[in-house]
């Protein structure tokens, strides 16, 4: 494998030195795009993304077909006086975002940022240069630190967190 | 001034501007202070990205629930009950595209516009080219919509003049963005945010108490409405349901092209920043929404028994202020002059912070895209740029302020919503989702999907039933309001075939660097630190 670590940042606006592999350009993004980790990271992705998008876009278009074709079903009384099918089924629209929501930032801090950080790991080896820190942490602050300088907070040991407590 | 509103003096109404000017002050404040930190191109933009996850869900917020959210669709309610809160459950569910296919992407690979991503990996000026055609349309129309809107507004709501509200506006606007950029622009839109939260959960919760509680809000507003049970059924306003479901695409799959929305992901340091941005934004607009459904069957519960042609306008806009104003304790007393004032004043920040989100998106396209990418190739400073964004702020927002003046309020504002949702949903988020997923996508197919997508959006928009009013109806017999069914499978599909005819397949190694820089954030921009 490759170790092109001494060449120049790519031109025309590549990545900062301390993003991208410092690459002679394609081939070194084509070469972290063919690890088993980042393989493995757009796998698993897919596999929630694409089923879960699915679902959301059936559930919300079946509530407007009804609403469209089933007038009369949607307007008949759900549970109580004043609360109709029609309004109820709009609510479970509500609750459907929400926990949807909640369950990709849960998956993404229990599956994804931990595979993000062993393809990043796996992108420092090719190009044989230190994992850049601040692709590392999930602080939603600014980062103090100058960029590149190894390992002086986070780092690959907090990957998962979330300091910004929107993930509860 | 108003014979609906201005009930408690003539003309101008002082309390409503007293309140107002105080608002403005707090924003004038804030852009004051920004302009201090605003001294590059990426403090600009982007704030130098150093906005909080949490900040930026309620930015977000402040940008995507325009004063048609607001009063707009408690108006809706009002009037249409069940079919008015058929808008809601579609601008709510949107944010579910946004979060799984686009926040965290456009986080890691664009700089400091949406032609940023499609620019790693397709030839640069005719990808900002097309990315920047879809972004200039829907701002300009939607900026517009605004614009008007704003003048009959806030002309209602404090009694001055059409022009001077839509001038006003404008000039508050421009000043956001200019000397504040946008951290200004974002942080009116969280004070806004705030604004608006608070007065519309303080109006909700007197409302139920009001009523007696929460189904009784349903049971009263249905026993007041002369629609009856029908009230909380479908069917009292969209009558297709071909369209309906039209509409809905629209919004689900628009709001994820809706470039001021969009932009504000390049504002935050991390893609798991934005990621947790998306979900504050979805808890806050939720709430927002199912609140809208409280003053909406309040005002029909408390005021539907009086009579309604002389207590609410047609367009329903009217609805909560009025309802703010019976709460306080009805028209004329001071309880009910203030609490009309401050709706008035949360509807007027309402307005600002959104054209000024627009505003500096616009001018990120004509800057970043148009000048900087297409005209001088890449090679201008930083500095340079910073000022083209500048300038580039000032004329979209006069051409903006001159149109809305010129038109005035004949203008067709549904019209101009309608078509930024569906050029946003036809022809940039076609474009982005391609390129972010499909390998064999390149530039000739960005080009005409694009192209597909803003001539047939706008095409069906003008043959449709909405812009004939009368007799006629549309010339050609069309009658779908919403283009989004025909107009979005065409976006893809012009995507599609402009990719397969093209013998050019050079974007298919580079979609490798696309896919790991949006998948992981290497090479990523970084945030400003200072």
């Given at each position: 494998?490759?170790?092109?670590?001494?060449?120049?940042?790519?031109?025309?606006?590549?990545?900062?030195?301390?993003?991208?592999?410092?690459?002679?350009k394609?081939?070194?993004?084509q070469?972290?795009?063919?690890t088993?980790?980042?393989?493995?990271?757009?796998?698993?992705?897919?596999?929630?993304?694409?089923?879960?998008?699915?679902?959301?876009?059936?559930?919300?278009?079946?509530?407007?077909?009804?609403?469209?074709?089933?007038?009369?079903?949607?307007g008949?009384?759900?549970?109580?006086?004043?609360?109709?099918?029609?309004?109820?089924?709009?609510?479970?629209?509500?609750?459907?975002?929400?926990?949807?929501?909640?369950?990709?930032?849960?998956?993404?801090r229990?599956?994804?940022?931990?595979?993000?950080?062993r393809?990043?790991?796996?992108?420092?080896?090719?190009a044989?240069?230190?994992?850049?820190?601040t692709?590392?942490?999930?602080?939603?602050?600014?980062?103090?630190?100058?960029?590149g300088?190894?390992?002086?907070?986070?780092?690959?040991?907090t990957?998962?967190?979330?300091?910004?407590?929107?993930?509860? | 001034?108003?014979?609906?509103?201005?009930?408690?003096?003539?003309?101008?109404?002082?309390?409503?501007?007293?309140?107002?000017?105080?608002?403005?002050?707090?924003?004038?404040?804030?852009?004051?202070?920004?302009?201090?930190?605003?001294?590059?191109?990426?403090?600009?933009?982007?704030?130098?990205?150093?906005?909080?996850?949490?900040?930026?869900?309620?930015?977000?917020?402040?940008?995507?629930?325009?004063?048609?959210?607001?009063?707009?669709?408690?108006?809706?309610?009002?009037?249409?009950?069940?079919?008015?809160?058929?808008?809601?459950?579609?601008?709510?569910?949107?944010?579910?595209?946004?979060?799984?296919?686009?926040?965290?992407?456009?986080?890691?690979?664009?700089?400091?516009t949406?032609?940023?991503v499609?620019?790693?990996?397709?030839?640069?000026?005719?990808?900002?080219?097309?990315?920047?055609s879809?972004?200039?349309?829907?701002?300009?129309?939607?900026l517009?919509?605004?614009?008007?809107?704003?003048g009959?507004?806030?002309?209602?709501?404090?009694g001055?003049?059409?022009?001077l509200?839509?001038v006003?506006?404008g000039?508050?606007?421009?000043?956001?963005?200019?000397?504040?950029?946008m951290?200004?622009?974002?942080w009116?839109?969280?004070?806004?945010?705030?604004?608006?939260?608070?007065?519309?959960?303080?109006?909700a919760i007197?409302?139920?108490i009001?009523?007696?509680?929460?189904?009784?809000?349903?049971?009263?507003?249905?026993?007041a409405?002369p629609?009856?049970?029908?009230?909380?059924?479908?069917?009292?306003?969209?009558?297709?349901?071909?369209?309906?479901?039209?509409l809905?695409?629209?919004?689900?799959?628009?709001?994820?092209?809706?470039?001021h929305?969009?932009?504000?992901?390049?504002?935050?340091?991390?893609?798991?920043?934005?990621?947790?941005?998306?979900?504050?934004?979805?808890?806050?607009?939720?709430?927002?929404?199912?609140?809208?459904?409280?003053?909406?069957?309040g005002?029909?519960?408390?005021?539907?028994?009086?009579?309604i042609?002389?207590?609410?306008?047609?367009?329903?806009?009217?609805?909560?202020?009025?309802?703010?104003e019976?709460?306080?304790?009805g028209?004329?007393?001071?309880g009910?002059?203030?609490f009309?004032?401050?709706?008035?004043?949360?509807a007027?920040?309402?307005?600002?912070?959104?054209?000024?989100?627009?505003?500096?998106?616009?001018?990120g396209?004509m800057?970043?895209?148009v000048?900087?990418g297409?005209?001088?190739r890449g090679?201008?400073?930083?500095?340079?740029e910073?000022?083209?964004?500048?300038?580039?702020a000032?004329?979209?927002?006069?051409?903006?302020?001159?149109?809305?003046?010129?038109?005035?309020?004949g203008?067709?504002?549904?019209?101009?919503?309608?078509?930024?949702?569906a050029?946003?949903?036809?022809?940039?988020?076609p474009?982005?989702?391609?390129?972010?997923?499909?390998?064999r996508?390149?530039?000739?197919?960005?080009?005409?999907?694009?192209?597909?997508?803003?001539?047939s959006?706008?095409?069906?928009?003008v043959?449709?039933?909405?812009?004939?009013?009368?007799s006629?109806?549309?010339?050609?017999?069309?009658?779908?309001?919403?283009?989004?069914?025909?107009?979005?499978?065409?976006?893809?599909?012009?995507?599609?075939?402009?990719?397969?005819?093209?013998?050019?397949?050079?974007?298919?190694?580079?979609?490798?660097?696309?896919?790991?820089?949006?998948?992981?954030?290497?090479g990523?921009?970084?945030?400003?630190?200072?």
């Amino acid at each position: 494998m490759a170790h092109p670590s001494a060449t120049p940042p790519p031109p025309g606006g590549g990545p900062p030195p301390s993003g991208g592999p410092p690459a002679s350009k394609d081939a070194t993004w084509q070469q972290v795009s063919d690890t088993p980790e980042f393989q493995e990271l757009v796998a698993r992705k897919r596999a929630w993304i694409v089923p879960a998008t699915a679902f959301f876009l059936f559930w919300y278009l079946l509530f407007i077909l009804m609403a469209g074709y089933a007038e009369d079903f949607m307007g008949g009384e759900f549970l109580v006086d004043g609360i109709t099918v029609g309004y109820a089924f709009a609510l479970s629209q509500f609750v459907m975002t929400f926990v949807l929501a909640l369950l990709y930032v849960r998956r993404s801090r229990d599956v994804f940022d931990p595979l993000r950080v062993r393809a990043l790991q796996r992108a420092a080896e090719i190009a044989n240069e230190p994992v850049p820190e601040t692709a590392l942490t999930d602080a939603a602050g600014v980062s103090g630190t100058a960029p590149g300088a190894p390992g002086t907070s986070g780092g690959p040991g907090t990957p998962g967190t979330d300091r910004d407590g929107g993930a509860r | 001034m108003s014979p609906l509103l201005a009930a408690s003096g003539d003309g101008v109404n002082g309390l409503a501007v007293g309140i107002f000017a105080l608002v403005v002050g707090m924003t004038l404040v804030i852009t004051f202070w920004a302009s201090k930190k605003t001294t590059s191109s990426a403090q600009f933009f982007t704030a130098g990205r150093s906005i909080t996850g949490r900040q930026n869900g309620l930015a977000i917020a402040g940008d995507y629930m325009s004063a048609a959210s607001f009063l707009g669709i408690a108006g809706l309610i009002f009037y249409f009950g069940f079919d008015g809160f058929l808008y809601s459950v579609g601008f709510l569910v949107a944010f579910l595209t946004v979060l799984f296919l686009l926040a965290e992407r456009m986080r890691n690979s664009a700089k400091f516009t949406i032609a940023d991503v499609l620019s790693h990996r397709l030839n640069e000026r005719p990808a900002r080219a097309a990315a920047a055609s879809g972004t200039l349309t829907v701002a300009a129309f939607y900026l517009i919509a605004q614009m008007v809107g704003a003048g009959v507004l806030v002309q209602a709501l404090m009694g001055i003049s059409f022009q001077l509200s839509v001038v006003l506006t404008g000039v508050f606007m421009l000043a956001y963005v200019i000397f504040g950029g946008m951290l200004a622009t974002t942080w009116v839109q969280i004070v806004k945010a705030v604004l608006l939260m608070t007065a519309t959960t303080i109006l909700a919760i007197l409302v139920v108490i009001k009523v007696g509680g929460p189904i009784e809000l349903f049971t009263k507003a249905r026993d007041a409405s002369p629609e009856g049970a029908a009230y909380l059924a479908p069917g009292l306003n969209y009558t297709n349901p071909i369209d309906t479901v039209s509409l809905g695409l629209g919004l689900v799959l628009g709001t994820a092209g809706l470039p001021h929305i969009l932009m504000r992901f390049f504002t935050v340091p991390t893609a798991q920043a934005a990621r947790t941005s998306v979900v504050w934004a979805i808890v806050i607009i939720g709430a927002f929404y199912l609140m809208t459904t409280a003053l909406g069957f309040g005002a029909r519960a408390l005021l539907g028994g009086t009579s309604i042609a002389e207590t609410i306008d047609p367009a329903g806009n009217l609805a909560a202020p009025r309802l703010a104003e019976f709460i306080g304790g009805g028209a004329g007393t001071f309880g009910g002059d203030l609490f009309l004032a401050i709706i008035a004043a949360v509807a007027f920040a309402t307005i600002l912070a959104v054209v000024a989100g627009l505003v500096i998106s616009a001018s990120g396209a004509m800057a970043h895209d148009v000048w900087n990418g297409i005209v001088k190739r890449g090679k201008a400073t930083d500095a340079e740029e910073m000022w083209a964004g500048r300038v580039a702020a000032l004329g979209v927002g006069i051409v903006a302020i001159v149109v809305a003046v010129i038109g005035g309020e004949g203008l067709n504002v549904s019209f101009m919503v309608g078509l930024a949702f569906a050029v946003a949903a036809s022809a940039n988020f076609p474009a982005l989702l391609l390129a972010l997923t499909w390998r064999r996508f390149n530039t000739t197919g960005a080009l005409t999907g694009v192209t597909f997508g803003i001539v047939s959006a706008i095409a069906l928009i003008v043959v449709s039933p909405g812009v004939w009013p009368g007799s006629g109806g549309s010339p050609i017999g069309w009658d779908l309001k919403n283009p989004g069914i025909v107009s979005i499978p065409l976006g893809f599909f012009g995507c599609w075939l402009g990719t397969v005819l093209s013998k050019d397949t050079s974007s298919q190694e580079a979609f490798d660097e696309l896919r790991v820089r949006a998948e992981t954030g290497l090479g990523a921009e970084e945030a400003v630190s200072h």
